[in-house]
């Protein structure tokens, strides 16, 4: 219901009121709706912002995301870079392996920069592709294929070298190796690797742990790293002089039996058949020729094996083949070509194998898992002892030969030559209890000189006596002297009294010891009374020999069992016969003597193991193993005494 006003002037009084909060509420109005725009607009331009704060923060989000996708890229780029760059390294060092050519390096620059033009294309590559994931090739290039095989050829050396099914191609500057098919850059340094036993390049051989290397620097360096203790032992030098020529001798007569020819003869006409000389598919040549560094070993094996001074030339003009020539390395690949595969691999090993199982097959360096045994034939066990001052044999020095060559004396045989100081019984029976020790009693020609018919006759009833002993093994020493220039009397008595030795022996059937010292024409008269008083098969042993070639074939040709003693007399300039018949006629009736202590050896005092260092000239002269020498003149000496 519509108010209703009392007055007029309450009607005014309102209505202005009306109007005046009116016009305030005007100005009011539009002050707040200013505030009101002025706020909305600062609204606004809030959103505003905070819109471009918003995409400022999604563009700077966006950005990093963007730029850790770069490092992401880059850190990939440099990672796989990198993988290259030791893939690289590794091939560098595995080359430096394998081809024998690639020097040792001490930093991975250095290893690089020999390579350059190689190393900047795998960077190229590596650059190029980079959005291509590296995975692993189904099948392997030809170049991985030849690694792969040299890495297995080097951890397993019982697997010899064969050619690839698939034929691999030769990088630049190599050619292929008619053996293995392999590419070598550097032809020597990989037949001295893969192909010859580690010593045969001497000067660059480690002779402490048997192994070869490309280069002398190298070989240093590993004994600097490896073992600067022994440095002395692993260098090639004069104390390696006698082995490495023993395994040179061990190595040629191993390739001669290999090929079932003879030695040194048989394998010089089988390398004369092989028409080396200007053969193409060798590498060959006419004017082929010693390296610098093998000059000096040839030299050295000419000398100690007693050969004439060699040629530098391996081929004379006529194509003619010397022994020496055998130590060229092109020569020795070649004849190792013709060999099959187990037994190029046995010729790199058989010193080693030798060593494992005690074969006989090569020379000393590696010595068989002996002792080898060794026998003197002929020594004076009651002088020895005076001169030494010795209660027995076994106070002796070996004089360190059981170190050096692994051997051991079996057996010895004692000669007693002067009846008036034979040993008693109980001074044999001391002397057996070496059970090496076996007696000989006999008179010796020097003895005979100096005493009476009456005294001889008794001194043969002693030994007549004496030779009864189960025990002896052997009649003597017994024979002719004339060194000291006995009277015709003499002489004859010496004849008489070497007569009645000698069919004692026959009596006894025992073994005779010959003694013969003097000129050709008293070996005549010695062999003549050999003749005329023992059966063709009856068992003599001629002690320290000295006669001719001529005495040693008519007696080696009218007794069957007789055998003649080498003593230590070899190494000297006096009896060049020695060496003479030994080379013409070998080692198939020798036995070895020490005949201690009358004949030094070296200016020391004589001693039963000198016969070890006769042996081992014996073995020189021949160009055989010691111990084959050392079988052979053992076997003859139990067949003349039955030991």
């Known amino acids: 219901m519509a108010k209703s006003w009392s007055n007029e002037k309450e009607m005014e009084e309102v209505y202005r009121q009306n109007y005046e909060d009116l016009d305030y509420d005007e100005d009011v109005d539009e002050g707040k709706e200013d505030v009101h725009l002025e706020t909305e607009q600062e609204d606004v331009w809030i959103e505003q912002e905070e819109d471009i704060h918003q995409e400022s923060e999604q563009e700077d989000i966006h950005q990093e995301t963007e730029q850790e996708d770069v490092r992401i890229v880059i850190r990939e780029k440099e990672r796989r870079r990198q993988e290259k760059e030791d893939e690289r390294y590794h091939q560098v060092m595995r080359e430096a392996d394998e081809d024998l050519c690639v020097p040792m390096v001490i930093t991975k620059k250095q290893e690089l920069e020999m390579d350059q033009k190689k190393y900047q294309e795998v960077l190229k590559a590596a650059d190029e592709d980079m959005g291509i994931p590296i995975v692993a090739r189904s099948k392997p290039t030809d170049e991985e294929q030849y690694h792969q095989m040299v890495k297995e050829a080097d951890e397993d050396l019982g697997i010899p070298l064969t050619t690839p099914d698939v034929p691999v191609q030769c990088p630049p500057k190599c050619k292929p190796c008619f053996i293995c098919q392999l590419p070598m850059k550097h032809p020597f340094r990989h037949t001295a690797k893969f192909h010859l036993p580690w010593y045969v390049a001497a000067e660059s051989a480690c002779f402490h742990c048997k192994q070869q290397f490309a280069q002398v620097t190298m070989l240093i360096h590993h004994i600097n790293n ?88 391996i081929f004379d003009n006529f194509g003619q083949t010397y022994i020496h020539s055998l130590l060229h390395w092109k020569i020795l690949k070649i004849v190792i070509s013709k060999l099959t595969a187990e037994q190029q691999n046995m010729i790199q090993t058989f010193e080693e194998q030798k060593d494992r199982f005690g074969l006989f097959s090569g020379c000393l360096s590696t010595k068989p898992t002996g002792p080898l045994m060794a026998v003197d034939a002929h020594f004076h066990l009651d002088q020895l002892m005076v001169k030494t001052g010795l209660t027995g044999i076994h106070e002796l020095d070996d004089m360190d030969t059981s170190d050096l060559f692994k051997t051991k004396l079996s057996f010895l045989i004692a000669k007693y030559c002067n009846p008036a100081k ?100 008293l070996n005549l008269s010695t062999l003549t009374s050999l003749v005329n008083n023992l059966p063709r098969n009856h068992k003599i042993h001629w002690h320290c020999f000295t006669g001719t070639e001529q005495i040693f074939e008519s007696a080696s040709s009218h007794f069957s069992n007789i055998v003649f003693g080498v003593t230590p007399f070899i190494f000297t300039d006096k009896y060049p016969s020695i060496k003479q018949f030994i080379c013409n006629k070998g080692i198939n009736r020798i036995v070895l003597e020490s005949d201690a202590p009358y004949i030094r050896y070296k200016e020391q005092l004589a001693n039963p193991y000198t016969v070890i260092f006769v042996a081992h000239e014996i073995s020189k002269l021949l160009l055989i193993p010691v111990e084959e020498v050392l079988a052979t003149t053992t076997k003859n000496s139990q067949m003349i005494y039955g030991c």
């Open 226 to 313: 490896v073992h600067p203790e022994v440095e002395s032992d692993a260098k090639f030098g004069p104390d390696k002089y006698q082995m490495w020529v023993q395994l040179i001798n061990g190595l040629l007569r191993e390739l001669a039996r290999i090929l079932e020819v003879s030695y040194p003869d048989g394998l010089i006409h089988f390398v004369s058949c092989l028409n080396i000389p200007g053969n193409k598919m060798y590498g060959a040549s006419q004017n082929l020729t010693f390296r610098t560094e093998e000059v000096f070993l040839a030299d050295i094996f000419c000398q100690i094996n007693n050969l004439s001074k060699f040629n530098f030339n």
């Open 422 to 521: 034979f040993p008693s019984s109980t001074e044999r029976s001391e002397i057996r209890k070496d059970h090496r020790i076996r007696l000989s009693f006999g008179m010796h020609p020097r003895i005979v000189n100096s005493n009476s018919t009456s005294t001889l006759d008794r001194f043969f009833k002693n030994l007549t006596s004496i030779l009864a002993s189960s025990k002896t093994v052997s009649v003597g020493e017994c024979g002719l002297d004339t060194t000291d220039r006995p009277n015709s009397q003499n002489f004859q008595k010496q004849i008489t009294y070497f007569e009645k030795q000698l069919n004692l022996a026959v009596q006894k059937n025992l073994p005779v010891v010959v003694h013969s010292r003097g000129d050709n024409n």
